[in-house]
């Protein structure tokens, strides 16, 4: 049994679980080809972690999480998924990479947004939503630019996934201070816990607004019921999505070997190696 783990949390709905954990078993068999331990399946608990006693360390040796030992076990912390020294493949956020992530794993791949509107290639944007009859709907720009209908979203109530993602508030503060604005723009700023629940929040009339990654909102608009009580005002500007990552202890060789796997795996509309 291999030591290493593998997750894909960040499109892992519930209703999708078996689409999840078909799109792994591609890859972990495309990685065991090129010799690589890869794990059988993916994690998605905390007990799911392997032990680290003392806690988790970075290379200088200063504590950065504890051991998942100590977490709740049927929670699923991604943080500690990410920072834990036997990870091998996983999916992680632009935003939690900016804000230091990146000192302590190594970006592997790049996944493709070709089949969702608002992506091309490695880049993806965000649907501004709200509710249905409350905007016009607008289609992704072609050029990729952000669409942002600043006189319709002034002093509306905003809902974000999380003050670290890159698609639920980074993007969309990035692209209101291109346009001269910022999140002030807003009459108040709330944290819902995750993009489905930033989509609920809008459709039952508790924010006005969220901007949800396109990938997400093609993922509510077959199963989340609220999704039908909202429509897309504007977007975001396209910008690199999610990143795959590892460990920054996995050696060399076995990262040239799975960046060849997923050049290998290219044609399936999901998956492009790194650049």
């Given at each position: ?12 709905w519930?209703?999708v ?14 990685f ?11 994690v ?6 392997p ?21 709740p076990?049927d ?12 990870l ?8 939690p ?8 794993v ?33 289609r ?83 199963f989340?019921p ?50």
């Amino acid at each position: 049994m291999s030591e290493l783990i593998a997750a894909l949390p960040m499109y892992d709905w519930p209703e999708v679980r078996g689409e999840v954990d078909a799109q792994w078993t591609s890859l972990r068999d495309a990685f065991r080809r090129k010799g690589i331990d890869a794990p059988q399946s993916i994690v998605r608990r905390n007990g799911d972690l392997p032990v680290v006693p003392g806690g988790i360390h970075e290379a200088q040796g200063g504590l950065i999480a504890p051991d998942p030992a100590t977490l709740p076990p049927d929670e699923f912390d991604s943080h500690k998924l990410w920072l834990h020294p036997a990870l091998l493949f996983a999916q992680a956020c632009w935003g939690p990479m900016e804000l230091g992530l990146s000192r302590h794993v190594q970006v592997v791949g790049q996944p493709s947004y070709d089949a969702y509107a608002g992506g091309q290639g490695e880049l993806y944007s965000s649907a501004l939503v709200m509710r249905a009859g409350e905007g016009p709907e607008v289609r992704s720009p072609a050029d990729g630019k952000a669409l942002l209908p600043l006189d319709l979203i002034r002093g509306r109530r905003f809902t974000f996934n999380s003050l670290d993602s890159m698609s639920g508030i980074i993007a969309l503060t990035r692209d209101l201070e291109a346009a001269g604005e910022n999140l002030d723009i807003f009459s108040s700023s709330g944290e819902s816990g995750g993009h489905r629940d930033s989509i609920v929040a809008v459709a039952e009339g508790r924010a006005d607004i969220a901007a949800i990654d396109c990938e997400s909102w093609a993922l509510a608009q077959r199963f989340e019921p609220a999704a039908g009580k909202v429509v897309i005002v504007g977007w975001t500007a396209r910008r690199k999505g999610l990143p795959y990552i590892t460990a920054r202890t996995t050696p060399e060789k076995t990262v040239r070997s799975m960046r060849e796997a997923l050049a290998g795996l290219a044609e399936q509309p999901r998956i492009q190696r790194v650049g």
